[in-house]
């Protein structure tokens, strides 16, 4: 299996609505759904959860 398949590259939108976003890679064996990350949005300055967009 390619690398790009089973790890893709997914981008992690923030849910308090400010536009920023983190760029990481998932494994989809461990973890088929969206994924879900408490991380610092500096805007708000403050931690809150980061979905992710396809």
């Given at each position: ?48 959860e980061f979905r992710e967009?396809?």
């Amino acid at each position: 299996m390619a690398r790009t398949e089973l790890r893709p590259i997914v981008r992690l939108r923030s849910t308090a609505g400010t536009g920023t976003t983190y760029v990481t890679r998932k494994n989809r064996r461990n973890d088929p759904d969206r994924m879900v990350l408490r991380k610092y949005d500096p805007k708000v300055r403050a931690h809150v959860e980061f979905r992710e967009e396809r």
